[in-house]
């Protein structure tokens, strides 16, 4: 069974740029999450997307945003990128939701100039 | 506010010795507690849960401990193998939020 996947793996883009990251589950998970991780603060919850709606979220500017498709796949945005948005974005996919075992990616890097 | 904490940023072991990992968490709400283990450039990777219903939980050479009323949990691995260096994260969600809240990871490392 193919994991979770994460594209780009890495990114650099200059401040004030938006950003898009794509993510694809595990076939037959409906949940996906993302997370941002920087040194320091761990790994801190952005939104949880299930069936296409979001479900839950972060405390996060609304300048992070999201979608997922009726395939499951998620796309993350960030508009008007700051130099504090470089970090390491993971996504996890599980069946149901957060209780379920979460299976992440790879994660993209993202630096910001 | 770090509603879970990881007090302790890194942790070095010697091999075949036992590794403790520390969480402690705020929110009375939470009810399902795992562990996640990073490696460099790879994704976190489950390694084990527990309920707020149980004290232990046992999986292999991990154990995972919760005490309530401290509001603490510990990941005890014995015996500490050079493989099992990485970091390692705590998180909880409650029945209620079905979010995780992720701690700010433990860095082990087993040496020979």
């Known amino acids: 069974k193919a994991g979770v996947t994460q594209t780009p793996r890495y990114l650099i883009k200059t401040r004030g740029q938006q950003v898009t990251l794509s993510c694809s589950p595990i076939?037959?998970?409906?949940?996906v999450s993302w997370y941002q991780q920087t040194p320091g603060q761990g790994l801190q919850f952005l939104f949880e997307y299930f069936s296409e709606t979001q479900r839950n979220k972060g405390n996060f500017p609304g300048r992070f945003s999201g979608r997922q498709f009726s395939n499951s796949r998620s796309e993350m945005n960030v508009s008007t990128l700051e130099l504090g948005d470089s970090a390491l974005y993971l996504c996890a996919s599980s069946r149901e939701g957060s209780t379920d075992t979460q299976y992440f990616g790879p994660g993209t890097r993202l630096t910001v100039l | 506010d770090q509603q879970v904490k990881q007090n302790s940023p890194s942790l070095s072991v010697q091999e075949g010795r036992i590794s403790i990992l520390n969480c402690d968490y705020t929110n009375s709400m939470f009810d399902y507690f795992l562990w996640y283990k990073k490696y460099p450039a790879e994704g976190p990777t489950f390694l084990i849960s527990?309920?707020?219903?149980?004290d232990k939980n046992e999986d292999g050479r991990f154990t995972v401990f919760l005490n309530k009323s401290a509001k603490h949990l510990s990941l005890h691995i014995v015996p500490s193998q050079p493989g099992d260096s990485a970091v390692y994260f705590c998180a909880a969600s409650s029945y209620n939020t079905d979010k995780l809240i992720f701690g700010t990871g433990t860095r082990l490392q087993v040496f020979p």
């Open positions: 076939s037959g998970h409906r949940s």
């Open positions: 527990i309920s707020s219903i149980k």
